[in-house]
């Protein structure tokens, strides 16, 4: 059924998609199985690696492959037992399984340099050590999945995985603290590692890793008992949130979603969580100069997140075309800014007040990201409005919104780019002249709120009848037409635009200004940063404008063009 069913979706965009991901996924795996010939150690951080990605990357990117889900099997009257394990052995049929076998490849390039008896026993640890992955992903998903059925869970949920999360991206401040120069000791001791050291002639550990792996199964059976359940929320005590005005009825009702549904409250405290965590992690070596930041953070943070608030909300979307006048684009902006925007104040008042400064960078940032991130907001979820699960149709697992995964993904990465880059200005004037940054940061804010959300609900009248059939069909027909019919060096242009134009613009511009700004002038990754004054900045600025050309000559090769032009090219 799963191969059928593969045969059947991995087709058009979606095939192109999953073909660029395996094509990176192998590099990887080539790369880990090749740390098995250069140094144990390297391995062991290696596939700790690849264990963290299995749990945490299918809850951060949409809940991980349900290609079967438990429902369709619900009127065979299986036990969870039965169920678990087909679903199981279901699970090792995939592209994700067979990369990471290729990256547990290298237990067995470990055991070829030990000996015969070692690489025998590296192939039944290769089976179970993907046993473990694939049923730790699963848990994952399904603890979040019954944790997201109250709203406490669901809040806990979020700021499990914000902490997780932002850890990782500091990961740095913690090697520092507790002096870890080479692979951490405990990686040894994960169970990410129980293969690799059964190899090495600890053959106890392969034993432990059936017995983990049955431990985890029967877990998961007990998670897939619990599925079945609706999520409980309880509409006693509230009082009904009341509207004059068709402008403030889309308030209400985003006021009332945004404090009802469950994966937005996930979303929010996520994006808290991250924000503070992240700027506050830096206090376990004495240095507090981040903590100013956690504002801002968390704003971009939670721009990402409602990076398809309108595909989020799925069918609904009818309600909105086929009421005449509608302002709901206004609606949804001021909404977001009351609930994001009024916890982005209250961080930054309260963080910026701990360090004493510096004030204009930190308020200048916190209104042009914060209107910023309210234009994009609508903006980016009408023009690449990425179809999703109708909220009443949801399956067992609240975190999986749609069934494209790569494109939440993208268009998640691509709002933390733009509302970035709409804070830009105002950070390098708060930071050259102080105070008037402020005063930038306010007119760029307003500046965006007004023109991105103009330009949202101009494109929400105009197109609505074609996002309300994308969002029923699931199809992007006009984009893949377009698309099919340009010239070889159109798609070129387009091709390395959009894939490549981040790297210049975000890595190599942004973060490096940044950098500059925070005065770290060694940072080793950004080349801006190798630079004297002032051509570190012009540098920096530079990888800036080029990746903006990058990203508008792409949409140059993509846009509409007269018939004539379209064949002659």
């Not at 034993?207 to 999520?231: E, N, S, T, Y």
């Not at 002249?433 to 494109?459: D, E, H, I, M, S």
Request: with cysteine; aromatic share 10%; proline share 5%.
């Amino acid at each position: 059924m799963k191969l059928a069913v593969m045969r059947h979706a991995y087709r058009g965009q979606r095939a192109q998609t999953a073909g660029t991901g395996a094509a990176i996924g192998v590099v990887l795996a080539a790369g880990t199985a090749y740390l098995g010939y250069l140094n144990p150690d390297w391995l062991a951080a290696g596939l700790a690696v690849w264990m963290l990605g299995w749990m945490l990357g299918p809850v951060f990117m949409g809940g991980g492959d349900e290609t079967l889900r438990p429902e369709y099997f619900a009127l065979l009257g299986l036990s969870p037992r039965k169920l678990a394990t087909g679903l199981l052995a279901a699970s090792f049929v995939g592209v994700a399984p067979l990369v990471s076998l290729g990256a547990l490849a290298g237990l067995l390039v470990a055991g070829v340099r030990l000996g015969v008896v070692n690489a025998l026993v590296a192939v039944p640890a290769m089976a179970l050590q993907l046993g473990v992955f694939v049923l730790l992903s699963k848990i994952a998903v399904a603890f979040v999945g019954v944790a997201l059925r109250s709203r406490a869970g669901a809040v806990a949920a979020g700021v499990v995985n914000g902490v997780i999360l932002s850890s990782l991206g500091q990961i740095w401040v913690f090697m520092v603290a507790f002096g870890v120069t080479g692979t951490p000791a405990a990686v040894w001791w994960a169970p990410s590692a129980w293969g690799l050291r059964a190899v090495r002639g600890e053959w106890t550990f392969l034993l432990a890793l059936a017995a983990l792996v049955l431990v985890l199964l029967a877990l998961w059976a007990l998670l897939l008992g619990r599925r079945a359940g609706r999520p409980r929320v309880s509409g006693r005590g509230r009082r009904p949130i009341t509207a004059g005005t068709a402008a403030g009825a889309v308030v209400a009702k985003e006021l009332r979603t945004w404090s009802r549904d469950l994966v937005r409250n996930h979303q929010l405290a996520f994006a808290l969580a991250y924000g503070v965590w992240f700027a506050a992690s830096p206090l376990i070596l004495g240095w507090n100069g981040m903590l100013p930041y956690a504002g801002p953070i968390f704003i971009v943070m939670a721009a990402g997140m409602a990076s398809n608030l309108y595909g989020t909300d799925g069918t609904a979307l009818w309600l909105t075309v086929m009421t005449p006048g509608a302002t709901d684009v206004r609606g949804r902006q001021l909404a977001w800014v009351t609930t994001q925007g009024a916890i982005a104040i209250v961080i930054t008042v309260v963080c910026t007040s701990i360090t004493g400064g510096p004030w204009p960078l930190v308020l200048a940032l916190l209104a042009a990201l914060l209107g910023g991130a309210a234009g994009l907001v609508p903006l980016v979820s009408v023009y690449a409005l990425v179809p999703g699960t109708d909220p009443h149709r949801r399956s067992g697992n609240p975190l999986r919104t749609s069934e494209d995964e790569g494109g939440l993904t993208g268009l998640a990465y691509l709002m933390l780019a733009l509302v970035l880059l709409t804070g830009a200005p105002a950070g390098l004037v708060a930071y050259w002249l102080g105070w008037p940054g402020v005063v930038v940061g306010l007119a760029t804010g307003a500046l965006c709120y007004w023109y991105f959300g103009r330009l949202a609900a101009r494109r929400l009248t105009s197109h609505g009848d074609e996002l309300l059939d994308t969002m029923r069909t699931g199809r992007k027909a006009d984009r893949k037409v377009e698309f099919a019919h340009l010239s070889k060096a159109r798609k070129n242009v387009a091709g390395l635009g959009f894939g490549l134009g981040a790297v210049p613009l975000f890595p190599q511009g942004i973060v490096a200004l940044l950098f500059l700004a925070d005065g770290k002038a060694d940072a080793s990754w950004f080349l801006a940063t190798y630079l004297p004054a002032p051509w570190n900045y012009a540098v920096a600025i530079g990888f800036v404008l080029l990746g903006l050309t990058m990203y508008g000559s792409a949409l140059w090769a993509v846009r509409k063009r007269p018939e004539a032009d379209r064949i002659t090219a």
